[in-house]
C-alpha cells in the first residue's frame, strides 16, 4: 500500500489598489457606518478550508469517549481519527503554515489600507500612506 503525501499551497496575491472612485465611496459608507472595513479579499476563511479536518477530529475524539458505549462505533470512529492524525502528519502541516502565512499577508494588507482610508482625505494621499504602512516604513 503506497501513501502519497499531498500538500496544498496558498499563495498571497496581492489584490489591484482601490480606484478613486471606489476611495470615495469607502469613505461614505465609514461616514455613515465608522465601525465599516473595508475588505478586498474572497478567500476562504480557516475553518472553511480545515472543515473536514476539524469534523474528522472531533469524530475521532468523541469515538475515544465512546468507546465502553458501543465498542464498533468507537473503532470506526478511532480508524477515521487515526486517517485524520496521519493526514496532519505527513501533510496538514504543511498546508496549516501556508494557509497562516497567506491569513497574515492578507491581514496585514487588509489593515493598511483601512488605516490609510480613514487616516487620509484624498486619494493621492491615501495611495502614499498605504504603501507606508504596507511596507513598514510608518505607524
Do not use: C
Not at 482601490?18 to 459608507?29: G, H, Q, R, S, V
Not at 465609514?30 to 476563511?45: A, C, G, K
Not at 472543515?51 to 473503532?75: M, N, Q, R, S, Y
Request: glycine share 6%; aromatic share 18%.
Amino acid at each position: 500500500m503506497m501513501h502519497r503525501v499531498s500538500i496544498t499551497t496558498y499563495r498571497f496575491v496581492e489584490p489591484s489598489i482601490i480606484t478613486e472612485k471606489d476611495f470615495y465611496k469607502i469613505k461614505e459608507l465609514i461616514r455613515y457606518n465608522p465601525e465599516y472595513t473595508y475588505n478586498p479579499f474572497t478567500t476562504e476563511s480557516f475553518y472553511e478550508i480545515f472543515k473536514p479536518i476539524i469534523i474528522g477530529l472531533g469524530i475521532g475524539v468523541i469515538g475515544l469517549f465512546l468507546t465502553p458505549l458501543w465498542e464498533f462505533f468507537a473503532a470506526i470512529s478511532l480508524l477515521i481519527f487515526v486517517f485524520f492524525i496521519i493526514y496532519l502528519v505527513t501533510g496538514g502541516i504543511a498546508t496549516l503554515i501556508s494557509v497562516f502565512r497567506l491569513k497574515h499577508k492578507e491581514q496585514k494588507y487588509k489593515d493598511a489600507i483601512n488605516k490609510a482610508i480613514r487616516e487620509t482625505d484624498t486619494y493621492q494621499l491615501m495611495l502614499i500612506k498605504f504603501k507606508r504602512y504596507y511596507n513598514g516604513t510608518d505607524s
